[in-house]
């Protein structure tokens, strides 16, 4: 099942937020270290952590847990810099729109392996797109690559060239890139 239109506008809203909010930081590793988060790394050969993408841990308030870190988001070591990079912007998401101050959280992020995603990760999913590729920023490097390019509606290839464009420029993923294609341009 996909997000709502109402739903993924809120959540591109409080995105928007978060990047105004945190336009000082160079990316999503300062903006987390910034939010006072501790950014670590697990070993996915251990336990059953290679089922595993990332995880959250806020633990503060007057209900904190003394055996937990106070805020940790942590992330498979076997993941690329932008799988990384985009699995903390991900868990950022899930501490924005899922968090409630009144109770530690603790969210891992499983692989899904084809299956479909919970409400919650799809959310995160997309929170963490706009972080990483925001609308406006997307949507003019889209414009200049067309300018000089052509359409890409018209050339499947330069489809393909546009989201490896993207995914340079942006540091994610192909695959990440040509999503976020799609959900800027609404196709």
């Not at 890409?152 to 942006?170: A, I, N, P």
Request: glycine share 4%; net charge negative; aromatic share 10%.
């Amino acid at each position: 099942m996909q997000l709502s239109q109402i739903r993924k506008r809120e959540i591109q809203r409080i995105a928007n937020e978060f990047l105004d909010e945190n336009k000082s930081q160079a990316d999503v590793f300062d903006t987390a270290k910034a939010l006072g988060f501790k950014i670590a790394s697990f070993d996915p050969k251990i336990g059953k952590n290679k089922h595993k993408d990332g995880l959250i841990i806020v633990n503060q308030g007057n209900n904190k847990i003394n055996t937990l870190p106070q805020k940790l988001i942590a992330t498979n070591e076997s993941l690329d810099y932008a799988d990384t990079a985009f699995t903390v912007a991900h868990e950022l998401g899930h501490y924005r729109l899922h968090y409630d101050p009144d109770f530690p959280y603790v969210h891992i992020s499983w692989k899904t392996n084809g299956q479909e995603k919970p409400q919650e990760e799809r959310e995160a999913d997309f929170f963490a797109a706009c972080v990483v590729m925001p609308e406006d920023a997307t949507k003019a490097e889209i414009r200049s690559f067309e300018s000089e390019k052509g359409s890409v509606l018209e050339d499947q290839r330069l489809l393909v060239q546009l989201c490896l464009h993207l995914s340079k420029v942006f540091k994610v993923s192909g695959e990440c890139a040509a999503k976020r294609y799609y959900e800027v341009v609404g196709c």
